[in-house]
Each structure stands twice: as C-alpha cells, then as structure tokens.
C-alpha cells in the first residue's frame, strides 16, 4: 500500500518524489535482474529435461537389448542341452560297443574268419569294424566340440548382458542425480517467481505514491496558478516578475491554461518537474540522466505506458494529430529528437548534454509529427 503524501510544500513533495523515483526504479531494476536470472534457470531447466529424456530413451533401449540378449541366451542354452544330451548318448553307444567288443574278446574276430565266406569278405568285415570304431570317435568329438561351442557362445552372451545391466544402472543413477538437480532448479524457480512479484508489488507501491505525489502537486501548482493569476490581475508587472523567478510556476500555468485532458496535462506536469536534471546519451533515468526518447520513455513509463525505446520509432506511438489540436502530453517529433509538449507553444525535453531537461519552444525546429499517447 502506498504511503499518504504529507509534505505541504512541491518543494518538499519533490524531494519525496525524487526519492520514491530512485527506489522505483531501484525496484524496476530488481525485477528485471531477477527475470534475467530467472530465465536463466529456465534455460539450464530445458537442457536438464532434455538430457533426462534422452538418458530414459537410452534406458529403454538397453532394457530391449537385455531382453533381446536373454532370449538369445535361452537358446545357446536349448542348443547347448542339445549337445550335450547328443554327445552323452554317443558316448553311452561306444561304451556300449567297446563292452560288447572287449567281452567278446578274440571269439569276434574268430567268427568273423569262421563266417566269411572269402578272404576278402573277412577284410571287409574287419574293416568295417575298424570304421564304426573311427565314426564314433569322430561323432563324439563333434558333439563336444559343439558343446564347447554352445558354452563360450552362452558364456559371451552373459558377458554382454552383465555389461547391459552394469549400463543400466549408471544410466538409473545419472537419471536419479539429474532428476534431484531438476527438482532444485524448479525450486530455485519458483522462489525467484515469488521474489520477482514481491518486487513488482513494490514497484507498483512506489508507482501509486508516485501518482499521488503529482496529485498534490498538481493541487498545490492549481492553487499557486489561480493565486497568480489573481495577482496578475491586480499587478501585471509584479506578476511577470514572479514568472521569472518561479519556473513551476510558469509552466503550471501554462499546462493548466493549455486545452486537453486532465491526464495528459498530469503527465505534462510530471515530466516539468525533472527541469534541469542531466541529458545523458542512452539514458532512461528521470534523476540520473536520459536522452530525449529515454525522458519520453520514462516519464509515460511512470503513469503505466510502455513508449517505444528512440525517437524514430515513437513517431508511430499513439495516433497523429496535427500540431495546431497539441494538447499538454503529446509527442513532438522532430527529425532525430523528440520532445513533450506543455502548452503555449512549449516544449520540454532532454536538450542537451550541455543544457539538461528545459522547456524550449516547440517551433524551434521543423515538426516532423505530433503523436497523442493519452486522450
């Protein structure tokens, strides 16, 4: 809530205001550096989200691979049972025929003499003998050695999925120490969004007490301005004198003489009351110092208006009357400067870096455009 205004006195009001500008614009300051750094953490969230869908996109595939290198195990296993039940079956039929051999003993190869029915006959039968012996040699150690095979190939299999589950994890990790680290940053957020209002609420605060300081002085300067016009009409020449000795004066008659509305005139009077305060090229501060577009800027910025930032392009702000309808807050646009007219064929501005804020005559330069922000 803003502060009543209790000075009696624009003098004193002024010093208020002027104290409630720089906390205004201290305020202003604050919130815009705790948007940026706010955006900032925004940025620093997006990039986390980013790599945390990718490490869970890379989870995904790793838990297929894994279910892929399971069923591919599964068979190594079937195809190693396979060998294995062969091989021992081929080994059980050797023994088999090796008992038979070896309790025949020489009796087989007697009745193979005894049976055949010739010399050759009898060479093929031993042979044939001597083959069965070779094939089961052969058979059972194919068999194992398919075995053999099966078994690295399982055991490589193994490998690969004890490296994919080892994979997993650390990607499960990193997710969860990301996640933690997303989380602060959305914390760290939403606190930055809470000191940001905070600061704007005060902004606003120092803004109200702002109008209500204009709203004083406005009634005192009406008051000096119908007490003046009094005495100038009992005393012409006394009251020139105190035109020229008086400046708010002056110009809080002539914006109160001028025809236009009520609110651009309390603009016009709000931008009267930094006459003298430094012209300083690029700046937007009412007390420390602008340049013609930054004064403009400032003073509407003020009462709640966002003006473009230079004069070039503050030709188009608002709509365009000519300059015989200028009423007290209009733009004056000149080629490269821009100023605000008060009334009576006056100007105030950011003139110079050698002569500050003054009121000049609003002809003393071609007019390039009037522009009316406020009606």
């Known amino acids: 809530m803003a502060e009543p205004v209790r000075a009696a006195t624009i003098s004193d009001i002024r010093k208020q205001q002027q104290a409630t500008q720089q906390a205004l614009e201290e305020a202003e300051g604050k919130a815009d550096a705790l948007d940026n750094e706010q955006d900032a953490i925004e940025v620093e969230i997006g990039d986390m989200d980013t790599a945390l869908v990718e490490i869970m996109g890379n989870i995904t595939l790793i838990e ?81 050695e398919t075995q053999q095979q099966v078994a690295e190939l399982k055991e490589s299999l193994e490998t690969e999925q004890s490296e994919l589950e080892t994979t997993r994890f650390e990607y499960k990790s990193e997710q969860e120490q990301l996640q933690v680290m997303l989380d602060q940053k959305k914390a760290e957020s939403a606190n930055y969004e809470a000191l940001i209002k905070e600061a704007k ?22 008051e000096e301005a119908r007490k003046a016009a009094e005495e100038a009409k009992k005393k012409a020449a006394a009251a020139a004198a105190n035109n020229k000795t008086s400046r708010n004066t002056s110009y809080a008659t002539v914006i109160t003489n001028a025809t236009g509305s009520a609110l651009g005139k309390e603009i016009a009077s709000y931008g009267c009351q930094f006459i003298g305060y430094p012209y300083v090229a690029g700046g937007t501060s009412l007390t420390q110092g602008a340049d013609c577009s930054g004064f403009t800027y400032a003073v509407y910025k003020s009462f709640g208006y966002t003006l473009p930032r230079n004069s070039t392009d503050q030709r188009s702000a608002g709509s365009g009357v000519d300059f015989s309808q200028a009423q007290p807050g209009d733009l004056i646009c000149y080629s490269g400067h821009v100023g605000m007219y008060i009334g009576d064929n006056k100007i105030v501005h950011a003139s110079s870096a050698k002569t500050g804020i003054k009121i000049t005559a609003a002809t003393y330069r071609p007019i390039v455009a009037v522009r009316r922000i406020v009606s």
């Open 64 to 144: 297929e691979e894994i279910t892929e290198k399971e069923a591919e195990i599964q068979k190594a296993q079937i195809a190693f049972d396979e060998a294995k039940a062969s091989a021992e079956a081929q080994y059980e039929a050797m023994k088999r025929r090796i008992k038979f051999m070896y309790e025949k003993g020489d009796v087989a190869y007697v009745q193979l003499f005894i049976e055949a029915k010739s010399l050759t006959d009898m060479l093929n039968k031993t042979e044939y003998i001597e083959k069965l012996y070779e094939y089961d040699r052969e058979l059972l150690c194919r068999y194992q």
């Open 201 to 222: 609420n005060q902004a606003a605060i120092y803004t109200e007490t702002i109008r209500q300081q204009n709203a004083a002085i406005k009634k005192i300067q009406e």
